[in-house]
């Protein structure tokens, strides 16, 4: 019997189709290369190292959740963020956010289900909306991600979009405190939507290709914040949005400067894994937080023929 890794993947696989030598999701993105600096405040919340103020250097990637490498970009979809930092020391940490809130599921074992519904009929290729329905009536949690993605309006740019972490993280500060944090990158650049028409009729690549363009006129900035839990705030699961009211941090700002064209060149595997942090930052006990690194290991596995592991620089 498969791992419920592979079983995720393959029920992936099954919406979206498989397309080798590309991520089982967000199969299509860019990437693009920059430099992190932390804020002051950074420091008092965390001893981890790219946040005490020193410029670290960047790898980012912009993409879309669909499997499929091929769909087009005005497509309703989710729209995803990941950072790899480069820290002092040698090592890396990732941070990986969505333009959704929260996130649909609460296991993996409900991944699995809830991606399984979403397999279009065999005889039409179309989607089976009761079967979706079906699910959401068991499973009230998933409501506000599903809103969410359905409010969605095409961006202007992956620019303009706002950035959430779905999982909560502890940062430990140099003097013993805690606290559980959830990060959010703010476009420099503002929000901006456009309709769905306009964004048809910019093109099947339009947003990879206007991120592109807008590099060459200039620096793309981000603001990360944290979002610091109150009590009773859920911290393992990322189906609950916190209050827009809790207390918010500014800890740094990325500024983003051209395409990274050295990274998944020739042999060279790139994984953002939320896993990976570092010293001073520790991943809540969120399921699907921790399953994701045997899903990435199975996807990466099947475009590459290795293994996490076996990585290297990833």
Not at 56 to 71: E, H, K, L, W, Y
Not at 136 to 160: I, M, N
Request: hydrophobic letters at 35%; glycine letters at 8%; proline letters at 7%.
């Amino acid at each position: 019997m498969s791992s419920l890794a592979e079983q995720a993947v393959d029920a992936i696989h099954a919406v979206a189709g498989r397309h080798p030598g590309h991520r089982a999701a967000h199969a299509k993105g860019v990437l693009v290369s920059g430099r992190f600096t932390a804020a002051p405040e950074a420091a008092a919340l965390t001893r981890a190292g790219h946040m005490q103020g020193e410029p670290v250097d960047v790898t980012a990637r912009f993409s879309n959740g669909s499997g499929n490498p091929n769909q087009p970009d005005f497509a309703n979809d989710g729209r995803g963020f990941a950072v790899k930092f480069y820290l002092p020391d040698g090592s890396r940490t990732d941070i990986v956010s969505l333009s959704l809130p929260c996130f649909f599921v609460r296991t993996p074992e409900d991944f699995v289900k809830f991606t399984r519904v979403q397999k279009p009929s065999p005889r039409s290729g179309k989607p089976r909306p009761l079967r979706v329905l079906g699910f959401l009536l068991r499973h009230r949690e998933a409501l506000p991600a599903v809103r969410g993605f359905q409010a969605q309006k095409p961006p202007a740019s992956y620019a303009t979009v706002v950035y959430n972490s779905i999982h909560s993280f502890k940062w430990l500060d140099a003097d013993g405190g805690e606290r559980f944090v959830r990060y959010r990158w703010v476009p420099e650049a503002g929000e901006e939507s456009i309709t769905k028409e306009e964004a048809k009729s910019r093109g099947a690549d339009y947003l990879q290709d206007e991120i592109r363009t807008r590099l060459e006129q200039g620096p793309v900035r981000f603001r990360l914040q944290v979002r610091l839990a109150a009590d009773g705030d859920a911290v393992d699961d990322p189906t609950k949005a916190w209050p827009e009211s809790r207390e918010t941090v500014e800890v740094g700002v990325l500024e983003l400067t051209g395409l990274d064209t050295t990274r998944e060149q020739g042999g060279d595997v790139l994984v953002f894994d939320p896993m990976r942090v570092t010293d001073g930052i520790e991943p809540s006990a969120d399921p699907i937080l921790h399953f994701r690194r045997a899903a990435y290991d199975v996807s990466v596995q099947r475009r590459a023929g290795v293994g996490l592991a076996d990585t290297g620089k990833a």
